[in-house]
């Protein structure tokens, strides 16, 4: 076994900490966006930041959670996806929800077809886990929308 000195660990904290994201970090998580697409970074109405963008031609929304009431030190990303005048029956969202293991689908008032995923940022993750998380929901958005029948 190969001992580290401590100073050397220490050197490195910093630089590992470099690479680490949470939901204050907006702009890292908008830079991850725009690998899929286009993106923006606005205000929800009770002034906690929000993602819209675009990915496989579909607009989706990041919207910033369980933040402080400045609307900074934000814990959860909500990722999402609603379809307009797309109306499957509650048996296909039925089907979706027990089927797939990491987003929830839903009718909303209206009747459209709407796809969600959380993301715990109450820690940090490396940028890694954050750019996989955007390939998952890439995938969610393509898969959902080919379920409900969307054309």
């Known amino acids: 076994m190969t001992l580290v000195p401590a100073s050397l660990v220490l050197l490195a904290a910093p630089a590992l900490a470099q690479d ?8 890292a998580i ?26 496989e031609g579909f607009l989706y929304q990041i919207y910033f959670l369980n933040c402080d009431e400045d609307g900074g030190n934000c814990e959860d990303l909500n990722f ?4 307009l005048d797309v109306k499957p029956t509650l048996e296909v969202i039925n089907d979706w929800n027990y089927n ?10 209206d009747k459209d077809a ?3 995923m ?14 996989s998380t955007f390939e998952l929901w890439s995938l969610i958005v393509i898969q959902f929308a080919e379920h409900i029948g969307y054309q």
């Open 114 to 116: 709407c796809v969600e």
């Open 20 to 27: 680490l994201v949470t939901a204050n970090d907006t702009e």
């Open 118 to 131: 959380e993301l715990d940022l109450a820690v940090p993750v490396s940028v890694e886990y954050m750019e």
């Open 30 to 55: 908008l830079d991850i966006a725009r690998i899929y697409g286009k993106a923006s970074l606005s205000e929800q109405d009770n002034g906690n930041p929000q993602i819209t963008g675009r990915m």
């Open 100 to 109: 797939k293991r990491f987003s929830r689908a839903y009718l909303d008032a």
């Open 80 to 83: 999402y996806l609603g379809f």
